[in-house]
C-alpha cells in the first residue's frame, strides 16, 4: 500500500540548475496537484492535473513546468532553478471530478535547496 | 479574492480544550477542509464541512458557519501528540484549495 510517494525527499542544487521532483500515486487518482510550502505562507498551488495529458496553472507557476503522460506520475521540473525557489515541496491526489471538495491525500514532501 | 486568516501560534495545556479559529472570505462557497501538519510531515486530512454546524469526529470537532464566514476546529483532552499545525483551506472558483497559513499549536505538559 504505497500511496502517494514522493523523490528525491532531499535535494541540494544549485542556481541555474534543472532539477525534477518526481511524484507517484497508486490509486488511480484522477487530480494530481503539486505545492510549495515556504515559512510564513500557506500551501500555494503550482500546477495541478485533472487527468493524464490534463495540465493547468496555479497560483505560483512561473519557472515550474509540468507533464503528466501517465495516471499515476506528475513530475514537476524546475528549468532553471533560483534561490527563490528554496522550498518544500508537497505533491498531492485526489479522487473526484471536482478535485477540491474531494480529500487531497498528500506525499511525504521535497525538500529542495537552492544555492 | 479569496482571503484566509488564522492565528499564528497557540499554547494549551495537556488534557485542557482548545479552539482553533479560521475566518475566510470567498466568491462562492464549496466547504471548508481542515488539515492537520506534523513538524516535518505531510498535511493530513482531518474534516471538511459543507452545512453550518458542529461535526463531531471522536476528541476534534469543527464547526461551520457559511453566513459569517467562520469556522473552528476544537480539540479535546489534549494530548502531547496533537502539537502540530492545523491549516484552514478552501475552494476558490476553480475549486482549488485556498489555504490558511496554518496555526501553530504547541501543548504544554
Known amino acids: 500500500d504505497a500511496g502517494i510517494t514522493q523523490s528525491p525527499r532531499y535535494k541540494i542544487t544549485e542556481t541555474g540548475r534543472q532539477v525534477t521532483l518526481m511524484c507517484h500515486q497508486t490509486w488511480s487518482h484522477s487530480y494530481m496537484f503539486w505545492y510549495r510550502q515556504d515559512l510564513g505562507h500557506g500551501l500555494r498551488l503550482i500546477y495541478y492535473?485533472?487527468?493524464?495529458?490534463?495540465?493547468d496553472k496555479g497560483e505560483v507557476p512561473d519557472g515550474y513546468v509540468v507533464s503528466r503522460s501517465k495516471t499515476e506520475n506528475f513530475p514537476l521540473t524546475l528549468e532553471s532553478a533560483t534561490r527563490s525557489q528554496t522550498s518544500v515541496y508537497f505533491c498531492?491526489?485526489?479522487?473526484?471530478?471536482?478535485?477540491?471538495?474531494?480529500?487531497?491525500?498528500f506525499g511525504p514532501g521535497t525538500r529542495l535547496t537552492v544555492l | 479574492g479569496q482571503n484566509i486568516d488564522q492565528p499564528t501560534e497557540m499554547t494549551a495545556t495537556e488534557g485542557a480544550i482548545v479552539q482553533i479559529n479560521c475566518t475566510y472570505q470567498t466568491s462562492g462557497f464549496n466547504g471548508l477542509f481542515w488539515y492537520q501538519q506534523h513538524a516535518g510531515e505531510a498535511p493530513t486530512f482531518l474534516s471538511y464541512?459543507?452545512l453550518d454546524g458542529l461535526e463531531e469526529k471522536g476528541r476534534f470537532s469543527s464547526f461551520l458557519s457559511r453566513s459569517k464566514g467562520y469556522s473552528y476546529l476544537l480539540l479535546k483532552e489534549l494530548q502531547m501528540k496533537d502539537s502540530a499545525s492545523y491549516l484552514c483551506a478552501v475552494p476558490d472558483s476553480n475549486y482549488q484549495l485556498i489555504w490558511g497559513a496554518g496555526t501553530k499549536l504547541i501543548i504544554k505538559p
Open positions: 492535473s485533472a487527468a493524464a495529458d490534463i495540465t
Open positions: 498531492a491526489s485526489s479522487a473526484s471530478a471536482e478535485g477540491s471538495t474531494d480529500t487531497q491525500y
Open positions: 464541512n459543507v
